[in-house]
């Protein structure tokens, strides 16, 4: 099925609730309301939607938003196979196996249940009270590639501006850090039998359970929570607050670009059987190969895409001009495209882009810019502490 396909396919009112229902994501408020923006055929396609009968809409009330919205999660689930049913969770039977007290917090070793026979490892950050009963603001912290996993974002990575688990901590934050399939203490999961269309899927799956977690914990306020990545985990922070709308705030750094602009050499095409073969590995969605051809003009979602569907909530991407993963140029595009949107929703001041002078890199002073915009999206006074 191509992106024109799959873009005519009906969208009707029952579908639209029992999809909330299931996933466990909010709507917005004020259904119907019309929004004043003016919108016209030569703005682009994130404004319309397709009706029930396959004809292109513009978008002008909230109500016909969340058709589109729910059309962009319907592309995202064409090339990484369907989000499981939330409906009837287990217990989420966390386990400490060790635990570190630092200066100003307590890491804990956990693993958890995510679903039946699927336990994730992960480290749980937990903040010294200086207040009794007071309710913490939290983060789900996501590594990128390596294979140390979680360790990466706690300070064990090779390479410099990592450890963003930790610094979160020391700045107040409840974090939990899981390992992504194939990494860490999940190096040997095996994606041609688990029950996933994709690694990334399996992966969103995961981090709405982290979520879950989250909520669970006492000392954790259930409204204030985000999600935060680099690399890897950047774009599958985008991956998960997508689908997850009870993340507040979504960070990538060095995460994305538009399909059109991916490029990491010829060498790595022709590893990976194309330009996009890449994303087409077993842990990320082997069905743009399978299913798609690698072609980007049948892909069913792109990165712009993705960024609408977070708005209004905050969203905040380090792109360095010389990443050589992602071409800033693409994120140039697909920042000016998703901000209609979030112009069209009012929340304009809730998208940030940064294009530091370096490579595939997180360094301090953006870092620090990322911080502050999660302190204000998320309420938070920070504890004073220097960044690295």
């Given at each position: 099925?191509?992106?024109?396909?799959?873009?005519?396919?009906?969208?009707?009112?029952?579908?639209?609730?029992?999809?909330?229902?299931?996933?466990?994501?909010?709507?917005?408020?004020?259904?119907?309301?019309?929004?004043?923006?003016?919108?016209?055929?030569?703005?682009?396609?994130?404004?319309?939607?397709?009706?029930?009968?396959?004809?292109?809409?513009?978008?002008?009330?909230?109500?016909?938003?969340?058709?589109?919205?729910?059309?962009?999660?319907?592309?995202?689930?064409?090339?990484?196979?369907?989000?499981p049913d939330r409906s009837a969770l287990p217990d989420l039977d966390v386990q400490i196996t060790d635990s570190l007290t630092e200066f100003n917090y307590t890491r804990?070793?956990?693993?958890?249940?995510?679903?039946?026979?699927?336990?994730?490892?992960?480290?749980?950050?937990?903040?010294?009270?200086?207040?009794?009963?007071?309710?913490?603001?939290?983060?789900?912290?996501?590594?990128?590639?390596?294979?140390?996993?979680?360790?990466?974002?706690?300070?064990?990575?090779?390479?410099?501006?990592?450890?963003?688990?930790?610094?979160?901590?020391?700045?107040?934050?409840?974090?939990?850090?899981?390992?992504?399939?194939?990494?860490?203490?999940?190096?040997?999961?095996?994606?041609?039998?688990?029950?996933?269309?994709?690694?990334?899927?399996?992966?969103?799956?995961?981090?709405?359970?982290?979520?879950?977690?989250?909520?669970?914990?006492?000392?954790?306020?259930?409204?204030?929570?985000?999600?935060?990545?680099?690399?890897?985990?950047?774009?599958?922070?985008?991956?998960?607050?997508?689908?997850?709308?009870?993340?507040?705030?979504?960070?990538?750094?060095?995460?994305?670009?538009?399909?059109?602009?991916?490029?990491?050499?010829?060498?790595?095409?022709?590893?990976?059987?194309?330009?996009?073969?890449?994303?087409?590995?077993?842990?990320?969605?082997?069905?743009?190969?399978?299913?798609?051809?690698?072609?980007?003009?049948?892909i069913p979602f792109d990165f712009d895409e993705i960024i609408a569907a977070l708005a209004p909530r905050g969203f905040f991407s380090n792109s360095p001009i010389n990443?050589?993963?992602?071409?800033?140029?693409?994120?140039?595009?697909?920042?000016?495209?998703?901000?209609?949107?979030?112009?069209?929703?009012?929340?304009g001041e809730m998208l940030q882009v940064h294009h530091p002078d370096s490579g595939h890199d997180f360094p301090p002073e953006i870092r620090l810019k990322a911080y502050?915009?999660?302190?204000?999206?998320?309420?938070?006074?920070?504890?004073?502490?220097?960044?690295?």
């Amino acid at each position: 099925m191509d992106r024109k396909s799959i873009n005519r396919r009906r969208f009707i009112a029952a579908a639209l609730i029992s999809f909330f229902a299931v996933t466990g994501l909010t709507a917005f408020h004020g259904i119907g309301n019309i929004i004043n923006c003016h919108v016209t055929d030569n703005e682009h396609e994130l404004l319309f939607y397709l009706d029930s009968d396959g004809q292109k809409r513009p978008v002008r009330t909230q109500s016909e938003w969340r058709i589109k919205r729910l059309q962009i999660l319907e592309g995202m689930q064409a090339a990484m196979g369907n989000l499981p049913d939330r409906s009837a969770l287990p217990d989420l039977d966390v386990q400490i196996t060790d635990s570190l007290t630092e200066f100003n917090y307590t890491r804990l070793t956990i693993n958890f249940l995510a679903a039946e026979n699927e336990r994730v490892p992960a480290y749980l950050y937990i903040p010294f009270q200086k207040e009794k009963r007071k309710k913490f603001p939290a983060m789900v912290v996501l590594h990128g590639t390596g294979a140390l996993g979680k360790q990466l974002v706690d300070g064990f990575s090779t390479l410099p501006n990592r450890a963003y688990a930790k610094e979160l901590a020391q700045r107040g934050y409840v974090v939990i850090a899981p390992d992504y399939p194939s990494m860490g203490d999940l190096k040997d999961h095996d994606f041609e039998n688990d029950r996933y269309d994709s690694g990334t899927m399996k992966g969103i799956f995961n981090h709405m359970r982290c979520v879950d977690l989250l909520q669970s914990r006492k000392e954790v306020d259930p409204k204030r929570i985000g999600v935060i990545g680099h690399s890897l985990g950047g774009h599958n922070a985008m991956f998960v607050g997508a689908f997850d709308t009870r993340l507040k705030v979504i960070v990538s750094s060095s995460g994305w670009t538009l399909m059109d602009y991916y490029d990491i050499g010829e060498e790595a095409s022709k590893k990976y059987g194309g330009r996009l073969g890449p994303w087409a590995q077993d842990r990320y969605m082997p069905l743009l190969r399978d299913k798609f051809n690698l072609d980007p003009d049948k892909i069913p979602f792109d990165f712009d895409e993705i960024i609408a569907a977070l708005a209004p909530r905050g969203f905040f991407s380090n792109s360095p001009i010389n990443d050589t993963n992602f071409d800033v140029e693409g994120v140039k595009k697909g920042i000016n495209s998703a901000s209609l949107v979030y112009k069209f929703l009012h929340a304009g001041e809730m998208l940030q882009v940064h294009h530091p002078d370096s490579g595939h890199d997180f360094p301090p002073e953006i870092r620090l810019k990322a911080y502050m915009f999660i302190d204000k999206c998320l309420n938070h006074t920070p504890n004073d502490q220097e960044i690295k």
